[in-house]
């Protein structure tokens, strides 16, 4: 399957941080998908698909958090981006919706990442 | 971004079951990637992304459920298949992996649906 970028992210991050956590970005959707957005903002976290854009390699079997002194563990069972696809899958805190831009906490993506997907935390659904 | 099908899901369902939960399914990896399942058996529950391989249309603005009584949101506001990356997100109950062959329970994929990726529950990370 071939995946469309929906938007792209900005936050001007280029070398891994000590800690995503406290990370902000802004996520700027093509205006094309903006009814997409509609009634977001109701939702306090939300998921982000996106891609890493800078990997190329894959690697089946890995250290976790790329530290030697840890075991080994198939890269399914990580969140390292050396996977055969791409894509990375992350809870944000979604702090603002202001028409087509979107600011989030704790995306673990660097600056210019393409994103895919927007969904819910299945938390937080009441519908 | 082109996705890789790494596997695909064996479950017999063809139109949507009352509920998804009770539905068990297996998943066939192929056998170049067994490698990235290694300890993936530690996870008691795991995300699937997978795709929509049946849906076709894109559809901004949504009633959830397919329910007309419901008021209307954006695609990326719920978990509606209309979205533009036909990719599905849940999250399994891991049940049992032998070789290439999982079994997980609560997918809400039909037979057949292709699978792009596996992530451990964050909720288990312990490294």
Redesign the interface.
């Known amino acids: ?4 970028v ?1 938007g792209k992210v900005v936050n001007g991050v280029t070398e891994s941080p000590h800690d995503w956590a406290d990370v902000r970005s802004r996520i700027v959707i093509r205006p094309s ?1 903006i ?6 903002s ?2 306090r976290h ?2 982000i ?1 996106f ?1 890493f854009h800078r990997q190329r390699d894959t690697v ?2 890995v250290h ?2 790329r530290d030697p002194r ?10 390292s981006p050396t ?5 990375g ?1 992350t ?1 944000v805190e979604l702090l603002r919706i202001r028409r087509n831009v979107l600011t989030v906490k704790g995306l673990d993506a660097f600056d210019g990442s ?1 994103v ?5 935390s ?1 938390d937080e ?1 009441d ?1």
């Not at 840890?70 to 969140?79: D, K, N, R």
């Not at 996977?83 to 894509?87: A, D, L, S, V, Y």
């Not at 895919?116 to 819910?120: A, C, L, R, S, V």
């Open positions: 399957m071939h995946l469309k929906i998908y009814d997409g957005l509609y009634r977001l109701r939702f939300v998921w698909i891609g089946l079997r976790p958090r840890m075991p080994l563990f198939g890269v399914f069972a990580t969140q996977r055969p696809n791409k894509i899958l809870l393409p895919y997907d927007i969904k819910p299945e659904i519908f």
